[in-house]
């Protein structure tokens, strides 16, 4: 997991970039409360959402319950996933990436359109080719840049149904989860080489870069008396490294930090994305070269320092 400082710093940047876009489109959607009478004269309390598509949450959910909804459709969609790969069902799979991936940048367009009339019609016109070209053209700016934006509209969907301590409670499920997928079963390894290698693509950011090692053999394969053939073969062999950051390890701290929005304000929140990235700083710091590691505990760990800074200090 140990990157050059360039490609360290690029995938930081990405995740906090997704945190601030994350509080942007969070801060769009937060649900107004507004006063109603009803028919025997008694002044109620009733919340209004404004997500898009009809994904305004049930008024009666309960944020224990929404934890263990939440849990139990990781589980299946996990191991839906894993049934999946074993079939070789590919194409189900890139056609389950794009809905979701069309879905996340509708939200989150949709946050940046709202004061344009019909902004639900164009932000999906706007994100169906942009799913599409993501998914079946593999091109990494496309790819990092629309991840800056799925995140976001994803997390926007869970944000009204959790609390602050839902959330916690969630992320250490996530980050006990994270361990054990990748430090005991392996299958988060097996499922990221799945993706890049069979369907070529990846949920998260990723960043392509070459060893200095590597570049001096270009050079010198370049620069050597050998035929244009034989120049040209020996340059295919020469392979790209891929740095990579799970979608989840993006989309959770949003989630919290979405939450920590609604309940406490922006500044708040900004604290979490801050202790989250630092967090994630950390871990790049003190990871070893051709290591796995599981970045949801570190991430969480930085959460919840950022949450009892923001509670003392509020």
Known sequence: MKHTIKVTFILISLFFFAQLIGIYVAHQYLPEVK????????????????????????TDIQPQESIISIVIALIIAV????????????????????????????????????????????????????????IFKRNMFVHNATELLIYPGIAT???????????????????????????????????????????????????????????????????????????????????????????????????????VLRTLGVWQAVTIAVGATLALAFLFYKSEKGKFYPAMPFISTGCFIAIVIVYLIS
């Open 157 to 259: 969907v869970f944000i009204p149904i959790l609390s602050v301590w839902s959330v916690i409670i969630l992320l250490i499920i996530i980050s006990l989860y994270d361990i054990y997928a990748v430090w005991h079963a392996g299958f988060m390894q097996k499922m990221a080489k799945f993706q890049i290698q069979k369907l070529k693509l990846f949920s998260g950011f990723f960043v392509p870069y070459m060893r200095k090692e590597d570049k001096l053999l270009i050079k010198n394969v370049k620069n050597s008396s050998k035929s244009a053939k034989e120049k040209e073969s020996k340059l295919k062999k020469i392979k790209f490294n891929l740095a990579i950051l799970g979608g989840g390890d993006v989309v959770f701290p949003i989630i919290l930090a979405g939450v």
């Open 35 to 58: 006063q109603i009478v009803t028919e025997t004269g008694e002044i109620k309390n009733e919340t209004i959402y404004n997500l898009p598509y009809g994904l305004d949450p049930p």
């Open 79 to 134: 191991a839906l996933m894993l049934f999946l790969m074993k079939l070789k069902a590919e194409t189900f799979l890139r056609g389950w990436f794009t809905i979701v991936v069309i879905l996340g940048l509708s939200i989150a367009i949709n946050a940046f359109l709202m004061p344009l009339p019909k902004a639900a019609l164009i932000s999906v016109i706007l994100a169906i080719p942009l799913g599409i070209l993501k």
